[in-house]
Each structure stands twice: as C-alpha cells, then as structure tokens.
C-alpha cells in the first residue's frame, strides 16, 4: 500500500486526471471536469516536488500562520547534517529532503577542465571539486520531524567543482506515494520506497556544470519521471522521460543548449500537457508523452536559473543575469500556429527566484527582495519597488496561500505580503540561520529549511 496520510492509498495529482481524461476539451464536460479537477487539487494535502502539486508555488492551504518562534506555531525543528539548498517535500506523514555532507580533501582528486573560447575557463568562485562528499537522501515523520531514515546516495569524489554557494544537493526531489526520487547530477538519479530500500538507479556518466554544480529538479508526469540535463555548451544535452516504476528510459529527445539551472515546467493548455524548458539560447516546448518537440521561441542570451509559470495559454519566462528579463509567450494551441512573445518587461527579475503567478498578478523578486506585480496579460506594472522590510539577499522562490505570498530573504528572515495590487507587509519573522531553499507547504504547515535545520511551522492543535 503506497504510503498516505488517510492509509486511504495514492492520491493522484489532478493534473494526471485532466491529461488522462477523455473528456477533457468538450464543452460543458469540460467545465465540469475542470472543476472536478479543481476539487481533488484543493483535497491533495501533499507537495510532492520542487514548488509544489502544480510546479507554481501555490497551495490551496488556509488558516496558516502569519508569525511564529521558538514558542509560538513552532511544531518542531531538526537538524540537518551537512548543507544542502534543495527544498522540502511532503507526500502524507512523510517530509524529504537531500543533504551535501563535505569531507576532507581527496589525495589527487581535480575537477575537469572546461574550455570556453578555446581557453581553460575556471569561475573564480568555484571550489570543492577535490574533497569528498557524502551525499544522502533524509526521511523524517511529518508529524514529529524524527529523521525516519538516511540513505547515502554516493560517498567519495565527485565529478566537477561546484560555486561556492552552491551544494551537490541543489536539486528538489520528487515524491509521488509510493516512492521518492532524488536527483544529484553526475553522482546519479536514485529511487527509494518510503521505507529508504533503494529501488533502481541511474548514472548519466560526467556531467560539466561550468563548475557551478547542478540546480535542475527532476517532473513528475503521469507514471514518468522527466529530467532536463544541460551540459556546459550543450554538447551532450538532453531532456528524458523514464518510467517511475523501474528507472526504464521511455523517450529521450537531444538538445543544443547549454548548461542552466531552471527545471521543466509541465503546462496543461487547452489543446493538452506540455512541457517547457527554458535556456540561454531558446524556450522549447516538447510533448511530454513521446519528448517530440512542439514549439520554440527565443530564449534570453543570459542565463536560465527561475523556473517558468503558465497559465493555460500563456508561459512567464524570466531570467535575471547578466540582463533582468521577463518574456511572455503565447502557448501555440494548434500545429498550425506559432508561439508569440506578447510583452517583454526588462527589470525586477532575480538571479535565483522564480517567478509567481497567483491570483490574476505576476510576481517577480529582485535578488535584494524587492517585489514587482505585473499584469500578466498585457506586462503593465501594477507596482513595482514593494521593498523587503530588512536587508536581506533573496536566492529562494517565493510561495503562496490564501492571497498571501512568503519571502525568504538569505539571513533568515521571512516576510508574509499581501498578494493583490498593492504591497502590504503582514508579518515578518526570523529563523536566525541562512536561508536559501524555498519554502513548502502541505496539510496546515510551513517546512522552511535553514542551513542547518528544518523547521515545521502551522498552528498548535489543528
């Protein structure tokens, strides 16, 4: 029996039920099914995967609360050991997470060289590609956050060097009830049940990342596991599908682009799902059934980190290094039809957050937490300059509940904002450790992930 918090078996993400439904696109039916499918996302207590059910950071929760501390709607906080920037997930009475666990420096171990214009490239803030790292996979209960179990993954050297702020456990995970998938680059993709026996792995061999380690979290979609791998100047890349069951490779599909840190969004329009990727170079949409390419539009000429939102007709493409830009695209509906770039907006995007789109509003965060709403039909700032309340750096995607949005800014501190089209602080409040994995919510809780601890936040008694 998979593992759920009723014992009731696996709940099936609504968005499996639209692409899989037969009526889906027909009139009223479709209305009906829509709502259907609305209801079962509103009853799906879990966050199954890198910002959550529908990839967008949005939660159908309600009642959470707007401040916390030691004694306060703290339910429980647990340590962590070694670092790790990849973000909490919760599927019933289980939370997952990955964890970086660096060694000691390994006796003639180096990272590769990379070549760009024809001359040995190294970052100047690359580092750590000669020790050893011991990198696992954490269970712990929901309830109690008890570590349940820790598998390692991979102990000794790894490929290539990593930024410096950057882990070899960037990477989200990925849950889907009855096991758990976690994806670390080089050193592998790995499936555990819920009771940590490993099920299959897969080695993709080395994997060059400039030297700034890994960032892209693995899709889930129907039974298949999606995974967008990007290599340095493209030579090598990829986006594959395999199937969650036994790791079996169903399609794989090459790519020319070059190494970047956004993950695949799954989009359901209204013609069917897709799944776009964006790049330095282009955004691509592919099938997310066979891995056939269905369209492309420009990509920014600067570095893809945030992972993109759509809406059904509409995707929100942003990228905020070297230039800040933010793109939308209209989702060609037809074979016949072309994608379109409906509005191009050239500031308020950071180099790490994504964006949010919630409640008719387009959200961006600088990477000095400052936020800007925009129309998401027509690119008109509804306002721009809505300031983080402390200083703060902000590297986490922000997430949102019941017309609020969570902030995370690096130092510790979290700001809960009035989602609408002015900007109101309603609350802020403090971990008092460096925060850069984004935050989860699932069955009345907060998961905030420190640089040392994971903390569970939700009101006492409920």
């Not at 899989?20 to 039916?29: C, D, N, T």
């Not at 990925?174 to 049940?193: N, Q």
């Not at 993950?263 to 209204?270: A, D, F, I």
Request: aromatic fraction near 10%.
């Amino acid at each position: 029996m998979p593992h759920n918090s009723n014992g009731a078996g696996l709940a099936i993400p609504w968005r499996w039920i639209i692409a899989a439904s037969p009526v889906y696109h027909r009139g009223p039916m479709s209305i009906l099914f829509l709502l259907l499918a609305a209801a079962v996302a509103a009853e799906d207590p879990n966050w199954p995967q890198w910002r959550g059910p529908s990839r967008n950071g949005v939660s159908t929760e309600t009642g959470l609360p707007l401040e916390w501390g030691a004694t306060d709607n703290l339910l429980w906080k647990t340590a962590i050991e070694g670092r790790g920037h990849s973000s909490p997930i919760v599927w019933g009475n289980r939370v997952f997470l990955t964890t970086d666990i660096e060694g000691e420096p390994i006796e003639g171990a180096s990272a590769p060289n990379h070549i760009r214009d024809g001359e040995v490239y190294l970052h100047p803030d690359s580092q750590s590609g000669d020790r050893r790292h011991t990198l696992k996979v954490v269970a712990l209960d929901a309830d109690t956050g008890a570590v349940l179990w820790s598998r390692t993954a991979h102990d000794g050297r790894v490929f290539d060097n990593r930024h410096r702020i950057n882990t070899y456990a960037s990477p989200t995970a990925v849950a889907d009830g009855e096991r758990v998938y976690a994806y670390f680059g080089s050193e592998g993709l790995l499936a555990y049940d819920f009771d940590g026996a490993l099920v299959w792995r897969l080695d993709f061999g080395d994997l060059p990342s400039w030297g700034h380690g890994q960032g892209t979290s693995p899709l889930l979609y129907r039974e298949l596991l999606v995974l967008q791998v990007d290599r340095n100047q493209g030579e090598g890349s990829f986006i594959a599908a395999f199937d969650r069951a036994t790791g079996r490779e169903v399609w794989r599909s090459r790519r020319n682009e070059r190494i970047n840190y956004s993950s695949p969004l799954l989009v359901e329009t209204r013609t069917g799902a897709q799944i776009v990727t964006t790049s330095y170079d282009v955004v691509i949409s592919y099938d997310p059934s066979t891995g056939r390419e269905l369209w492309r539009s420009e990509g920014f000429l600067g570095n893809a980190v945030p992972t993109p939102v759509a809406s059904d007709t509409t995707v929100f493409v942003v990228s905020g290094y070297p230039d800040k830009l933010t793109k939308a695209i209209r989702i060609p509906q037809g074979n016949a039809e072309l994608p379109e770039v409906l509005w191009e907006y050239k500031k308020g995007s950071g180099y790490t957050p994504s964006p949010l789109l919630y409640g008719g509003y387009l959200y961006l965060v600088s990477d000095k937490g400052v936020l800007t709403c925009l129309d998401p039909k027509s690119g008109t700032v509804v306002y721009e300059g809505g300031r983080f309340p402390v200083p703060s750096f902000v590297r986490a995607s922000p997430v949102a509940w019941e017309d609020k949005i969570l902030l995370a800014g690096e130092e510790g501190d979290l700001v809960v904002v009035q989602a609408g089209s002015s900007h109101k602080v309603l609350a802020v409040n403090s971990l008092g450790e460096l925060i850069i994995a984004s935050p989860a919510i699932a069955a009345g809780r907060l998961y905030l992930r420190g640089a040392s601890h994971i903390y569970a936040v939700g009101a006492r008694g409920r």
